[in-house]
């Protein structure tokens, strides 16, 4: 089956500056990958997915890399500020349907 | 603007006691999961649903039975509640056309 792997675990930097958490997956078969962002005491969202037809995907200042060769993909947020602070789960989807969940990334915006 | 809606934010059980937790979710979607959060493990598959009356086992499902009798309603069940099922359990939903999954906001329970 799929098999996540997430790094860093977890993250600091300082605001204004770029922040980068990658997963890489197992399941060739995978195709859509989505990142969650879960806030203190709050349920997981949505921020951004990427489909394996796409290698790239921008919003604002969030967006996410795919690697198929290499099975990985990257999550990358510029400008951080402090409301970025959360943790960051990655998933992989090898029919569009179950996730398969990385460990998570936590990251903290230092003023 | 809530759409999935876990029934207790927490919830403290005894050893033993039959357990269960509801999801409801008013999007129409067709499929529904649970999972179960620990520090360090991420996320964690225990069962989902396809369609109404059906249901598959994920990774982890011993100790947890399910129903799902309507669309909107998929229950998790935990037949004799132990310690080491402590955990955030977290419910959600997708539409059958896939996409991401929402998120219920998560019942901490905790088994003494």
């Known amino acids: 089956g799929e098999n996540v792997e997430q790094h860093p675990s977890t993250l600091s930097v300082q605001e204004g500056d770029s922040a980068v958490i990658k997963c890489t997956y197992s399941?060739?078969?995978?195709?859509?990958f989505p990142w969650y962002k879960q806030e203190l005491g709050k349920r997981p969202q949505l921020i951004i997915d990427i489909r394996s037809n796409v290698g790239e995907k921008k919003d604002q200042r969030i967006a996410v890399t795919l690697n198929k060769t290499a099975k990985h993909f990257s999550l990358h947020i510029t400008e951080t500020q402090p409301e970025d602070s959360a943790v960051y789960f990655c998933?992989?989807?090898?029919?569009?349907?179950?996730?398969?969940f990385g460990p998570g990334t936590r990251l903290s915006v230092l003023p | 603007d809530v759409k999935v809606t876990q029934s207790s934010r927490y919830l403290v059980k005894r050893t033993g006691e039959k357990v269960f937790l509801e999801c409801v979710q008013d999007m129409d979607h067709e499929n529904m999961f649970w999972y179960r959060q620990d520090p360090g493990l991420g996320l964690r598959l225990i069962y989902f649903s396809y369609d109404v009356k059906m249901k598959e086992k994920g990774d982890i499902p011993e100790g947890y039975s399910v129903s799902r009798e309507k669309k909107e309603r998929f229950s998790l069940i935990l037949e004799s509640a132990s310690t080491n099922q402590t955990s955030m359990y977290l419910c959600?939903?997708?539409?059958?056309?896939?996409?991401?999954?929402?998120f219920g906001s998560g019942t901490r329970l905790t088994v003494v």
């Open positions: 959600a939903s997708s539409p059958a056309s896939s996409g991401g999954y929402t």
């Open positions: 399941d060739s078969a995978s195709n859509y």
């Open positions: 998933a992989a989807s090898p029919y569009g349907q179950n996730f398969v």
